[in-house]
């Protein structure tokens, strides 16, 4: 049975079979060159170069922006009047969007290494100690316990003897003969420059002082004749005279300074030492005073 379809429903079912059809402005939106966004201000070199170009504000709608967000850029400009490919700020823009991304495609993780052989254990080399040696002199301290009882006597002031030692090894470590023929790069410049050469030098000598005291001299009892009848009573009781008083030697205790160097400084150490004992034996109270 034949359907019935009145006139009036012809054009509806027409226009419901038949294609939606676009305008030619939404059909070529995607493929039309998209210009400067306008919710963005112009790049500074952007615009310097349209002034510098004579471009006006109109024209500018006119050119591609193929920046970012359709921003447009120096690029864009250039390819508008020709002065480089059309096709430069895209393919430019391509290449920079491919290079924004690391490809890691290419690398393959490396095999473990095989394990190292174990390296041989070398004994560590000491070197040995050079040989010491050892330099003495003999000093009196006679002068300086009689300038410091003078000091005392006269200022009220008690200097101690370790402020004497002290200042005497601080003079006598100047200019001391130097060990050797090392001299330094300023030393050896010096002497090419028509320098005398630097003989001597500051040592860091400490002395070591072993004090001995003078023996003590003891007198004899003297024998006691005992009395005849004491003898013959048998009451006779030995008996000894008193002992004599202990006697100090009147010279200064014995003071023996010493040093302990490495072989070959024996010459340097005993000047050291001797100018220990000039210090100390010929007006000591120059030292602290």
């Not at 306008?38 to 170069?49: F, I, K």
């Not at 490809?103 to 100690?129: F, M, Q, R, T």
């Amino acid at each position: 049975m034949a359907a019935r379809i009145t006139v009036g429903q012809v054009p509806a079912m027409f226009a419901r079979r038949q294609p939606k059809v676009f305008g030619i402005s939404k059909r070529f939106q995607s493929t039309a060159p998209t210009t400067q966004n306008p919710a963005y201000p112009l790049y500074p070199s952007v615009a310097q170069l349209l002034r510098e170009k004579g471009i006006s504000k109109d024209d500018v709608s006119k050119i591609p922006a193929s920046g970012p967000k359709g921003r447009l850029l120096k690029g864009d400009v250039l390819a508008y009047l020709g002065q480089i490919a059309s096709d430069y700020p895209s393919t430019q823009a391509s290449t920079l969007a491919k290079l924004a991304h690391l490809d890691l495609s290419n690398i393959k993780i490396a095999p473990a290494p095989a394990p190292a052989a174990p390296a041989p254990v070398e004994k560590e080399v000491v070197a040995a100690p050079p040989p010491m040696t050892s330099v003495a002199i003999s000093v009196s301290l006679a002068a300086v316990l009689s300038a410091q009882k003078k000091i005392q006597d006269n200022l009220g002031v008690t200097v101690p003897l370790s402020r004497f030692l002290a200042a005497a090894t601080d003079l006598a470590n100047d200019e001391l003969p130097r060990v050797g023929s090392n001299r330094s790069a300023d030393e050896l410049f010096d002497e090419l420059l028509g320098a005398e050469p630097i003989n001597t030098s500051r040592g860091d000598y400490i002395p070591e002082l072993n004090a001995f005291e003078a023996p003590k001299t003891l007198s004899q009892p003297k024998p006691v004749e005992e009395d005849l009848i004491d003898f013959l009573s048998a009451n006779s009781v030995k008996k000894s005279a008193p002992s004599a008083p202990v006697e100090r030697l009147a010279e200064a205790a014995a003071n023996v300074f010493s040093l302990t160097v490495p072989a070959g400084e024996e010459v340097r150490a005993k000047a050291f030492l001797e100018r220990i004992k000039s210090l100390l034996s010929v007006e000591p109270a120059r030292l602290v005073l």
